[in-house]
């Protein structure tokens, strides 16, 4: 248990690390365009520094002064910010993620060398971008700016950002769309408002106290049912043994889960018997040599149908010639997750070799009253059994357990999906501010002109609505594709549906829109002359 425990910690830093890197390669894109973007702005200073005698090397410096200072201070504010994000992960985890998440190599490998190369860039970028432009023309506000990278590697790389964003929206989409398919299917039993304790290890006369313990929990009122079995729906059976049918020719074993049950369990747990009937305290032999059939058991030992299954015979492994007659065939029932498909289990009250015991107690209760209940059921068990502990448990949440994981991977897929939008916006805002930059007097001349606002926010948009349009084309079967291999790990398991593909794209068209409307104003706001005499 501990190394798996050991493996499962190792599997989720991975992970997080995986999609960091994934973040970080999206931010390195915003934080390039950004550079340029301001060196664009600081053209004019930097030629009037060149005009006083200044070389590359000493523009480089003075960069490198300042972006250090301002590398330092992200530094620190990316240490907050991962403390607080691994501490989150660690809280949904439940697991002591933290000092492992420092300890790794790969962890520090990263932060220093992206703070070094940042500041590298930040330093570097701004006099390599403008190392070609002509010192006079930018002095006179007559640089032709063509954007430093050129017009292809940014379309390139917001491409790239959407394509990240709109991948990681539809696997969020996906996760919990799975995850409330899961849910909500029927699971062929009843789970609901069942309480559940661990019977005591054996002691003298204990088949006696355990039947006096059952009914005296029976006489309660707020008890609607009672029975013992050797598992409950949600846990592995113990015991899975090699079986075959009777008069087999060719004597094949069949591996089954063996399941022992009172007769009380399949109304209890609303199992439903499509042919034959339940075990009867009243009939020795289904104490002795009976069994019950799922509908997979059934099919295993080759029985066409519930009629030919029905008073048929199968030998259990260990028990020699022994028959054990079919009594009945029930539906098949998730005794296990949905992720998995169904098992054959064969129910019998019988004991082999007395081992397979009765470990748990299940009591279909009012939950309005499940306090009492408890309360009563522990005094009962006390006095039954004094010196064991009394642990008990409500089914549904026990079960639940199951999507534990599942769970946990869409939590950190949906936080990483709102940081990647985040980032996203972060670097539109960072494309279209350059973007103003370069046409502010485009959108002066066209206000004078007669163009209204929103004719003047559909031409800034468009080309960020081409973007989108690729990147939706490459995302769309990426994204198809790792969801589809992600669900191929679950036996029943939802579709697809070409809807979180459309919401994916307009989540970002809209993000889009919105981002680039809104810093548009200010420019389409101003006076069109102020704008137009602005050097």
Known sequence: PYEREAKGSRRTIDFIVIIAIIILIVGWINFINTIVSKAMERAGEISVRRIAGASNGDLIRQFMVESLLINLFALLVSFLFMIIVILAFQKIYAENIFYQFWQRRLVWQLILGTSATGMVISSVIPVLVLKGADTAAVLKNKMSFRGGMGEIPRHALIVFQYFAAMVLIIATITVHKQLNYMRS?????????????????????????????????KKFTEVKTVTASSSIPGKSDAFVMSNERESDPL??????????????FIPAYKLSLLKGRNFSRDRVADKESAVILTQNAMQLFGFKNEEEAVNGAIHLEGQ????????????????LSPKEAFRPIVLTMFNPWNSMDMQFVSLKINAASSKRIIAKAAEQFGLLFPGSSFDSFFLDDYFNEQYHNDIKYGSIVSMFTWLAILIVCLGIFGVASFMLIKRTKEIAIRKIIGAGALQILGLLNVNFIKCVSIAFILAAPVAW???NAWLQNFSYRTAIGWWSFMLAACITIFITLVTVSVLAMKTIMANPVKSLRTE
């Open 185 to 217: 299917m029927d699971l062929g039993l009843g789970i609901d408002q069942t309480l559940v304790f661990k019977t005591p290890a054996k002691t003298d006369h204990y088949d006696t106290k355990l039947e006096t313990l059952l009914q005296s929990l």
């Open 251 to 264: 004597q094949a074993t069949r591996l089954c889960d063996m399941l022992r049950v009172d007769p009380d």
């Open 481 to 483: 594709y790792a969801m």
């Open 320 to 335: 020699g010639d022994k028959k054990f007659m079919v009594i009945g065939v029930v539906k098949d029932f998730h005794q």
